[in-house]
């Protein structure tokens, strides 16, 4: 990917690598994770899931790049003054501190984040059972159907997928 190194966060399927059962501590992991580039860049590192199983040409590939800071940690729902990251990608994405075009804009490909062109328009969160993570329904210029994930429920299409998280150069990626 255009020279970058990427370390997998989790994934699901074939791509299995659970999230730190220490909700805290992978949380603290993926925030220094997610700051490591702000030094080096000048802006969060980027988020890239890749899913082999998505039935849809846009969702097999997203990058999630994040224009704001994150708010502290609380496992479980996101609410107004806390986020609980790794369950916002897994299991329930939310508008709490999460709104498109405000705190982060989604893109089809690395390039497009690193360029800032072609953001995604649609997106789509809290659904009412709270178990369907990352992206929803969200999608380039409309709504697009089950290409979520969910480590909690089944039901979408992105059961064979994996985080990964962009590492600044010069990091060794373990």
């Known amino acids: ?60 590939e ?14 479980g ?3 107004d003054t806390t986020i609980d990251i790794v369950n916002l990608f897994t299991n329930q994405w939310r508008n709490n501190n999460n709104v498109l075009h405000v705190d ?3 893109y089809s490909s690395v390039q497009d984040a690193l360029t800032g062109t072609d953001e995604w328009e649609q997106a789509d969160y809290n659904s009412n059972n709270h178990k369907y993570g990352f992206p929803r329904n969200s999608g380039p210029t409309g709504y697009v159907r089950n290409q979520w994930n969910s480590y ?23």
């Open 77 to 79: 729902i996101s609410t």
């Open 1 to 60: 990917y255009e020279g970058r190194s990427w370390k997998q966060l989790f994934g699901e399927g074939i791509f299995f690598l659970p999230p730190d059962y220490d909700a805290a501590a992978g949380d603290a992991e993926m925030r220094a994770d997610l700051d490591a580039c702000v030094a080096s860049e000048g802006r969060q590192c980027l988020i890239l899931r890749k899913c082999t199983s998505c039935t849809v040409e846009s969702h097999k």
């Open 152 to 174: 909690a429920w089944s039901g979408g299409h992105a059961d064979q997928s994996a985080f990964y998280i962009e590492v600044p150069s010069g990091t060794t990626v373990v």
């Open 104 to 106: 982060y804009e989604l």
């Open 62 to 75: 997203i990058v999630y790049k994040r224009l704001t800071g994150w708010n502290p940690f609380q496992e």
